[in-house]
């Protein structure tokens, strides 16, 4: 049986992850660049938890300067096998009111300033995105949100934008339009990243505002999403405690083949592939490059 060690990354509110045991903020190395801060490691009973706030600590980076590559490096590096993204989300439905935790399941990526891939020239891969989150892992989040009670829906796309801006009203109607549920600004290229490096993936994005296109709820307010954030700010620590308290440590294959989601993906011969490149993927895709 393989060992379960979970990751968390926080977003926006969510700067670290208390009540883990024997915790420590480590700095890891990264040949992608600099991760957004140190990751606080510790565990719960056997359970080793990794924990790393997407922005860093204080809120540095905004979400075009995130390294998305170092992150999810640092976390792989880490040795973590299921991740649990959590951040804050506009709604692009009447139903969707602050204050629910939606588990989404589909991704639509608008962002084009963020480097989106470990593999390129010299290691040509493609992996399949068609099921970006790992159900079981999700099913352990829905578990976690039922036990604490908390107003969830499971299912929802994502539309991820470049910002830092909020979306303009033609903008969030065409999101609308398009079926999706909730934005934000930080799921992709992470969700993307994650399955390159075979590390299943979820992600719980808080919703904190109607974006812009709701006529009751006029323009996006960021002081408005703060007060959201903070005043939920508990029941994303409550969850993510509970998904830690109860995560298995002992897991079972990825159904939809996350966890081995390289395994056929590298496209580039051996012989022709890029020395320099390949000693960076020595963590994310060291499983396949090594047989
Ligand atoms: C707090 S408003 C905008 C900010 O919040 C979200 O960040 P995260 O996904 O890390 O919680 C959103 O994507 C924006 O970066
Ligand atoms: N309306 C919104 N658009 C993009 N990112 C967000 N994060 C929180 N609310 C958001």
Known sequence: MLKSVLGVV????IYDLPGLENAQWIAVESPWGQPSDS?????????????LPRHGRGHVYAPSDINYRANIDVLKRCGVTDLV???????LKEELAPGTFVLVDQFIDRTFAREKSFFGQGCVAHVSMAYPVSPEL????????????????RGGTYLAME????????????????????????NMPEAKLAREAEICYSSVAMITDYDSWHPDHGEVDIQAILKVVHDNASNAQS?????????????????????????????TVPEARDAELLSRLDAVAGRVLKS
Do not use: H
């Open 10 to 13: 926080g977003g926006s509110g």
């Open 138 to 153: 999700v099913d352990r989040v829905e578990d976690a949100a039922k036990a604490e009670d908390l107003s969830y829906s």
């Open 85 to 91: 993204s959590v951040s804050a989300c506009g709604s």
């Open 163 to 186: 910002g830092p801006q909020f979306s303009s009203l033609a903008e969030s109607q065409l999101y609308r339009s398009w079926g999706c549920d909730v934005i934000g600004m930080t």
């Open 239 to 267: 969850l993510v405690a509970r998904i830690a308290r109860d995560f298995p440590v002992e897991r079972n294959a990825c159904p939809i083949g996350s966890d081995k989601a390289l395994e056929f993906a590298i496209m």
């Open 39 to 51: 990751v606080r490691i510790g565990y719960i009973g056997e359970l080793k938890v990794v924990f």
